[in-house]
């Protein structure tokens, strides 16, 4: 749980792949923010400002934008009736990063896409793609974090039972949750 955006995408050309690393590499070492190019059976780069999780720019022989973790368990989408399609999109939660550097992440995929790719789609949580509003943006961290508070706390106040099984367990985490969320 936490505010995250969700994208995938095809880059106009293979050829572009190369200097779409380049550039991320560059912008990463100038706001010091860690990036790992990767040329095995995938290409592309993956990035992360602190407190981020991951951001996989990542690219099949097709030019089709993937997550390499998606790509190592793609059974389980099989396996479950999961729309395959779902493989093709990668998350990336935020929240922990910060307001300042989910802006400048949705800023610089913003220019990407422009330059880089034919199709790019991201569902952004903190809906700072859709509006480039900061009220909303700031809206909606808020609304994140009071909704993680309300978790954590019910979670703290929850005893334990030895013995107890995990079914039971789960049982008891939903109806605290509901009780503290039914609170005004």
Known sequence: MGLSIHYSGQIKSCELIGALIAEVKDICESVDWSCHPLTNDIKGICFSPPGCEPIFLTFLATGRMCSPINLQYQDIYEKNGLDPELMYTTSTKTQYAGMEAHKAIIKLLRYLKDKYFSVFELNDEGMYWETNDEK?????FARYEAALNVLADALNEMNTV???????????IEQAI???FDQP
């Open 162 to 172: 030895p013995g107890e099984s995990p079914g039971s367990l789960a049982d008891r």
């Open 136 to 140: 909303v943006l700031q809206s909606q």
């Open 178 to 180: 509901k009780r503290k």
